[in-house]
């Protein structure tokens, strides 16, 4: 079993700033890449960051600057710090891993539940 779990979503003003975490945790082997990604109200879902296991990141292209994507490969974490938000970046986050599980298994994309992230006007 496997799990990602969300934390540090939340209510802020336009202008403000977030940090999301994420935690994978279970029968972990290895961790390969690591994202987010948002889904908003009658929207589909879209990549907002990605990390590899080597720290190469990439960007959706609203980002522009505003957010950085980190990892702890130790504490098998990712992080997602989210500067001048907008109104338009209110969504769910959700968490994605590559996870492998077993020696000789392959790598299955795991989610987490996501939390929600409420930018104000």
């Known amino acids: 079993q496997v799990q990602l779990v969300e934390s540090g979503g939340g209510l802020v003003q336009t202008g403000g700033s977030l940090r999301l975490s994420c935690a994978a945790s279970g029968s972990i082997r290895s961790i390969n890449a690591m994202a987010w990604y948002r889904q908003a109200p009658g929207k589909e879902r879209e990549l907002v960051a990605a990390i590899t296991n080597e720290g190469r990141t990439n960007y959706g292209d609203f980002v522009q600057g505003r957010a950085a994507i980190s990892r702890d490969n130790a504490k098998n974490m990712v992080y997602l710090q989210m500067n001048s938000l907008k109104p338009e970046d209110t969504a769910v986050y959700y968490c994605?891993?590559?996870?492998?599980?077993?020696?000789?298994?392959?790598?299955?994309?795991?989610w987490g539940q996501g939390t929600q992230v409420t930018v104000s006007s």
């Open positions: 994605a891993a590559g996870i492998r599980v077993g020696k000789g298994a392959g790598t299955s994309k795991y």
